[in-house]
């Protein structure tokens, strides 16, 4: 059974500084994997979607890697803004379901 | 173009009543799928439609059920509702072109069961 895990829960920095997510699943047969952006009582945004024969994506100030043999993925967010505040969540897509993580909750301080 | 689009935004129900949720998906898209988020289980697949037939079921009882439409419109259906069936539900559609599956989510309803 796949099973994604977000590393940390929650995280906080000052306004400027570059910081890294992380996302572990346990079964590398998938499809794909996709980053999402979640702001409170909303929706999920999509940031980032990594086919599995690609080992990166990037749009703007992120980048997302891929390294489906040891199962791990991390999003790379470059000089935070407050804006970027929100929770981030990973998923995997193993077959015809997605599979979350539980996500970071990001809190970037001006 | 208009993204996803899901009706009500708001909902509240008592316990033992039954609800319907809309979803429209991203033009062009065929296939749809529907996902239960509460604080304590995240978020949880529930199913997935794709031209109008069920693709894809999540570990849910037999009172949560859905259907699609010809015109990939979709709605999900919770018979006899529980309190622990207040969450967030989301729809996601997506085009599945040449292999490629990325889903695009609606804002959400809301449920609260009294």
């Known amino acids: 059974k796949q099973e994604v895990t977000q590393i940390p829960a929650a995280l906080s920095v000052p306004e400027g500084e570059n910081l890294v997510l992380n996302c572990s699943f346990t079964d590398s047969a998938i499809y794909n994997l996709q980053w999402f952006r979640q702001d409170p009582g909303k929706g999920l945004t999509s940031l980032l979607l990594?086919?599995?024969?690609?080992r990166e994506q990037t749009s703007g100030r992120l980048n997302a890697s891929l390294d489906k043999s040891s199962g791990r993925s991390t999003l790379y967010i470059a000089a935070s803004q407050p804006g970027d505040s929100a929770t981030y969540l990973c998923a995997v897509r193993p077959y015809n379901d997605m599979r979350f993580g539980a996500g970071t909750r990001l809190t970037v301080k001006p | 173009k208009a993204g996803v689009t899901q009706t009500p935004r708001y909902l509240i129900k008592t316990r033992g009543q039954q609800v319907t949720l809309s979803c429209s998906p991203i033009?062009?898209?065929?296939?749809v799928s529907w996902y239960q988020q509460t604080p304590g289980q995240g978020l949880q697949f529930l199913f997935e439609?794709?031209?109008?037939?069920?693709?894809n079921k999540g570990n849910f009882p037999g009172r949560f059920s859905g259907r699609q439409f010809s015109n990939s419109r979709s709605e999900m259906n919770v018979s006899t509702l529980e309190l622990g069936d207040s969450a967030l539900y989301l729809c996601?559609?997506?085009?599945?072109?040449?292999?490629?599956?990325?889903?695009?989510f609606g804002p959400g309803t809301r449920l609260t069961v009294t």
């Open positions: 439609y794709f031209s109008e037939t069920q693709r």
């Open positions: 990594i086919q599995s024969s690609q």
């Open positions: 996601a559609s997506s085009l599945e072109l040449a292999g490629v599956y990325e889903q695009y």
């Open positions: 033009s062009g898209h065929r296939s």
